[in-house]
């Protein structure tokens, strides 16, 4: 037997596979039978197609430059080795268009050819999810080692968080309890790489942030406290993995970029580094 909680819900993540859009919605579970409610709670890509000008300027998007983080926003900012492709076409030609591609990807869709631009059309800002499993995130779990209790303390009452990969080239992190997007995540070597070809006309899928990501709790030695930690990796979309501070999503702002990411190996050309497709699996012994 199992015990249901008032308020409980059921997070359902999938994909169109007409223009490549993504679904992520909350649905109530009856707390009597366990059944899944037919009402959605909260649309994630209908919350994120709803976003103004303003709020979509404000989007907290981020990436790495060398396992630094850095904000996906500028294009004269980025480091040449992502300014370089985002300035080209598909056929390798430079076109002059970096900001607007960056801008596309952060989801302007002012420049798509409904709109009268060049870039292809979009169903939704969000894009498929198809092999990343939604990842909920909560208050932190429970250790007896040292230091632990207060920490579990203090973030007893954080947002709870739900984390997926999409193949909008982002790791998204959404609010649970409302759907609202905290932050988003673009590994380096898919902005450096391949992400351009989202806004080509003639585009046909691509996989970019397809892993499974998952949490977990850690004392970092460097920082001399404990952490929650994400680890994520571009699965079929690309080698390597990255690791971001998710402690408190309160903190998920342009100006804490620098630390909120740990680590990106997504650019790297380490041999022993590949496509990492298989569940986590979390070993409390080591």
């Known amino acids: 037997s199992g015990f249901l909680r008032a308020g409980m819900s059921a997070y359902l993540a999938g994909y169109s596979a007409v223009c490549y859009s993504g679904a992520l919605a909350a649905r109530a579970v ?22 103004s000008a303003g709020q979509l300027a404000n989007r907290v998007v981020l990436s790495s430059n060398n396992g630094s983080g ?43 050819q409904a709109a009268g631009g060049i870039f292809r059309d979009r169903d939704s800002r969000l894009g ?14 429970g250790s007896s080692s040292a230091g632990f209790g207060s920490f579990a303390s203090a973030y007893a009452n954080r947002t709870p968080m739900l984390y997926v990969g999409a193949n909008d080239g982002m790791l998204h992190g959404f609010a649970a ?15 450096q790489g391949t992400l351009r070809n989202l806004t080509d006309s003639s585009y046909n899928h691509l996989y970019f942030v397809d892993g499974q990501p998952f949490t977990g709790d850690a ?11 994400l680890v994520g990796s571009s699965g079929l979309g690309g080698k390597g993995w990255f690791v971001l501070d998710v402690t408190d999503p309160g903190a998920f702002t342009e100006a804490n970029a620098s630390n909120l990411v740990l ?3 997504t650019a790297s050309t380490d041999a022993d580094i590949g496509h990492i497709v298989s569940p986590p699996v979390m070993d409390d012994g080591i």
Do not use: C, H
Request: charged share 20%.
């Open 219 to 229: 004392y970092l030695s460097n920082a001399s406290a404990w952490k929650t930690v």
């Open 70 to 112: 850095i904000v996906f926003k500028t294009y004269s900012s980025l480091p040449a080795a992502m300014q370089t492709p985002l300035n080209k076409n598909s056929g390798g030609t430079v076109d002059n268009n970096g900001q607007k591609r960056v801008d596309y990807i952060r989801g302007d869709r002012s420049n798509e």
């Open 263 to 265: 680590a990106d190996t």
């Open 30 to 51: 009856d707390t009597s039978t366990g059944a899944i409610q037919g009402t959605e709670t909260w649309n994630a890509a209908n919350l994120l197609d709803g976003l």
């Open 177 to 191: 309890d409302t759907g609202i997007e905290k932050l988003a995540y673009i590994p380096q070597g898919l902005a």
């Open 128 to 141: 498929d999810i198809v092999n990343s499993s939604v990842w909920y995130t909560g208050r932190p779990g």
